[in-house]
């Protein structure tokens, strides 16, 4: 058996992206969800591959596992006007990244049919990119994804349109919107 073989090469794929995932210190079940991986299989592959960092290769940061079920309430990304414009940039990295798509009314973002494995990866560019972005980033990788679930499984956020300067921003559905996107609120409360 050859690793170079295009045979492995979407097992390759998939393995990366766990690899990729559990730097980001995404949950188990997270991880098996894009890749399909089991969740022995992922408990092995973080024990193999990230031994208790900081002692034996000088590295400082430790990657923490994450245990339970990933975040579902939507009220953080909307308590502040800083983490919803967070979430606005995390929603606008995902359209850009081609994880989401906006629907026909606009307001909505719908995912896109692509294979979880490629999901997966491109959601990891997105966040990263959103890390890059951001000094001192609220919303863990696991928040981004609840964020993203909550777009376009459950529909409990939205897009909508600012009043003032006609910029994007993420909104709860089901509450009383002021038509006023965080940056502006920001602005007008300064």
Request: proline share 4%; charged share 25%.
């Amino acid at each position: 058996m050859r690793a170079t073989d295009d045979r492995y090469t979407a097992e390759r794929n998939r393995f990366d992206l766990a690899v990729r995932m559990i730097r980001h210190e995404a949950r188990t079940g997270t991880i098996r969800l894009c890749t399909g991986f089991t969740e022995d299989r992922i408990r092995k592959i973080y024990a193999s591959y990230f031994p208790r960092q900081g002692q034996s290769q000088g590295e400082t940061q430790l990657i923490r596992r994450r245990r339970g079920k990933t975040p579902s309430q939507i009220a953080p990304f909307v308590s502040t006007a800083q983490r919803q414009g967070e979430a606005s940039l995390i929603a606008g990295l995902l359209v850009h990244s081609r994880v989401a798509e906006v629907d026909a009314s606009g307001r909505g973002l719908r995912a896109v049919s692509v294979p979880r494995d490629v999901l997966g990866c491109r959601f990891c560019d997105a966040y990263e990119a959103y890390l890059y972005l951001h000094h001192q980033p609220q919303l863990s990788f696991e928040w981004a994804w609840n964020l993203y679930l909550s777009l376009v499984n459950t529909r409990e956020m939205q897009l909508a349109w600012c009043a003032l300067c006609e910029g994007p921003y993420v909104r709860d559905a089901y509450a009383l919107d002021y038509e006023r996107c965080p940056f502006c609120e920001v602005k007008d409360h300064a």
